[in-house]
T-cell receptor
């Protein structure tokens, strides 16, 4: 069965420090991978998506970057965190092949607080 | 601009009662509509997925309806349980230029004993 792992669950980082959040998927190959951010009282916002190794698309300009060094690994990074980077970050995957009806499976999320 | 609006913003009901959550959308071209349940501090979990041609879909005590003409969907929860307390998020997908999801802000449902 397919599973998605996301860590850490919570993170408190000072302003200006670097960030690395990791997401891995098991039980599937060639997934589409996504990073979302959920701010309080707002819908999920797509930050990055990837359709393959080394292929990253950014949805919004921001202080963050993403990388996909392996087929089932997706990393969200920042060189210097801002206070506005605080939020709940969710990784998700979806089977690439077929129609758009397939489901998105989300990880358990990382609560990032920048202080 | 693609938008998804959910109502009510929050809802409190007694255990055992039924409730209905609403979702209105302006997403084009419409591909499908999903309902997710999100427990506090956790990732969303899929409840239902409906395409243009589907009017209703059930998943246990959850029943989703879709009216593609009026661009409305509802999620009906029957015989609520304490474990139903969560945020329920409506997500609408557009297909072009590629599949893109638009998320509602969710309805926060609290079930009280």
């Amino acid at each position: 069965s397919q599973t998605i792992h996301q860590w850490p669950a919570t993170l408190v980082q000072p302003v200006g420090s670097p960030l690395s959040l990791e997401c891995t998927v098991e039980g599937t190959s060639n997934p589409n991978l996504y990073w979302y951010r959920q701010a309080a009282g707002r819908g999920l916002q797509l930050l990055f998506y990837s359709v393959g190794i080394g292929q990253i698309s950014s949805e919004v300009p921001q202080n963050l970057s993403a990388s996909r060094p392996q087929d089932r690994q997706f990393i969200l990074s920042s060189k210097k965190l801002l206070l506005s980077d605080s939020g709940f970050y969710l990784c998700a995957w979806k089977i690439r092949a077929g129609t758009g009806v397939g489901g998105y499976t989300f990880g358990s999320g990382t609560r990032l607080t920048v202080v | 601009k693609n938008q998804v609006e959910q109502s009510p913003q929050s809802l409190i009901i007694l255990e055992g009662k039924n409730c209905t959550l609403q979702c209105n959308y302006t997403v084009s071209p419409f591909s499908n509509l999903r309902w997710y349940k999100q427990d506090t501090g956790r990732g969303p979990v899929s409840l239902t997925i409906m395409t243009f041609s589907e009017n209703t879909k059930s998943n246990g005590r959850y029943t989703a309806t879709l009216d593609a003409d009026t661009k409305q969907s509802s999620l009906h929860i029957t015989a609520s349980q304490l474990s139903d307390s969560a945020s329920y998020i409506c997500v609408v997908s557009a297909l072009r230029p590629r599949e893109k999801l638009t998320f509602g802000t969710g309805t926060r449902l609290t079930i009280i004993p």
